[in-house]
Structure formats: C-alpha cells, structure tokens
C-alpha cells in the first residue's frame, strides 16, 4: 500500500521557503517523519506532561514529531503573512495567512497522527484532511466522523453513543494536550508563531462541545429530505 502524503509549503516575506513533506500509513495514520536521534530536553516525557497521561516513555510521542516543524519556526512571529500551499493526492489548496494559521492548520494533521492516545480519536479527520477548516466545518466534520464510529460500533455488536456525549469528553481530554503542549512550546521557541497555532487549535477544542447543538441546528436544512416519514 502506498504511503499518504501531504506537503505544506510556506512560502515566507523576505522570500523564505518552508518545506514538510508529510507521510503517512494509510491504513493506520501513523506519521512516518522522522525523530531525532538525540531529542532536545524540552521534548521529555516529564516536561509540562499532561495531568491525564499514561504512557510510560523516555520522550513525549506528540513532541518528537513537532520537533523539525518547531526548530523552523521558533523565530518567526504568529502574525507574519505567508502564502502556504497544501498539495494532496486529489487537489492542491492554497490560502494568503499568516505563519499562525498555517502551522495549525499542518499541525492539525501531525498531532492526530503523531501516537499520543488522546489524539487518536481524530485520525479519521487526519485521514481526509481539509486544510484551514473554519469553525462551521471543523464542527461538521468531527460529529460526522464520530457518528460514523458509533455506525461502526454498533455493525459489530458494541454499545454506541447516540447523544454525541462521548465527543465531547474526547475535547476535553484534547484541551488538556493543548494547554500541556502550548507550555512545551515556549520552551521550545523564541517567538511566538507555534504557541499561537496550537491556541487555534485549542480554540476549537474550547468550542465545539459548547455549540454542538446550535451549530448542527444551522445545518440541518440541507437534511430535509431524510428527516420525512
């Protein structure tokens, strides 16, 4: 099976070109990048670890793979312009952002593949990436996708979910890696740019269990039809 790959390109001011190719296992979602053999201190497991961890490791999983992203990136401030192009299997989707949007939209995509098992849950959306989501389809998404488990689940005899109670306890668990890994990377940074894609991320994590209800009633229209007897 050929390995799925994703490849961000920032293309910075003053000229500046940064360049991730990203792989994947795409029956799994591993992340194939590669780790540094000699890991810096800031990636330990006992540094700022989450409250909820339970892996017994030498090196946070999430933080060896965001290790090459970050040491590109310390320097460079969160609002500085970039035009960052995403070349995928089936299309290429361009966007004029800044350096913070760029890095979390590349980390949304890392941090579910990177082996951290409270990120697991999102592999499905890692999986069918769509870069620089807005808030109505990150939502969109992330219940479809967890719907389709409790599909899955429930194909092979187990209990389901059918009140979505249990996505919302997946974000909790995830503002906890954010709130963790945001204090990892002002260890890691001299500027701002990295911290600041992760709080993105964690605005997301913040919001949807609180708007599940009211953002999916603003979409159900196009559900009509299957909503007759």
Not at 2 to 25: N, S, W
Not at 108 to 122: A, E, N, Q, V
Not at 190 to 197: G, I, L, P, T, Y
Request: proline share 5%.
């Amino acid at each position: 099976m050929i390995d799925m790959e994703v490849t961000y390109t920032f293309q910075l001011e003053g000229g500046h070109v940064e360049r991730f190719e990203l792989r994947f296992d795409p029956e799994t979602m591993d992340y194939l990048g590669p780790v540094p053999a000699s890991p810096p201190d800031w990636a330990g497991m006992e540094v700022e670890r989450c409250s909820h961890c339970t892996i017994d490791v030498d090196y946070c999983p999430l933080a060896l793979r965001l290790i090459k992203v970050i040491e590109r990136f310390h320097e460079r401030v969160s609002h500085e312009k970039a035009n960052v192009v995403v070349e995928m299997e089936y299309r290429t989707i361009s966007a004029d952002t800044t350096v913070q949007r760029g890095l979390s939209s590349m980390l949304g995509l890392i941090i579910p593949t990177s082996g951290c098992p409270h990120t697991y849950w999102f592999r499905p959306m890692a999986r069918f990436h769509l870069p620089f989501s807005g808030e109505d389809e990150t939502i969109y998404r992330s219940t479809s996708m967890y719907m389709l488990a409790q599909y899955f689940r429930q194909r092979q005899g187990m209990d389901f979910d059918e009140d979505m109670s249990g996505l919302t306890r997946i974000y909790r668990d995830m503002e906890e890696v954010n709130l963790s890994l945001a204090r990892r990377l002002r260890l890691a940074s001299k500027a701002d740019s990295s911290v600041n894609a992760v709080i993105l991320l964690d605005f997301f994590a913040k919001t949807v269990p609180l708007v599940i209800e009211e953002k999916l009633e603003e979409v159900k229209g196009p559900f009509a039809r299957y909503l007759k007897r």
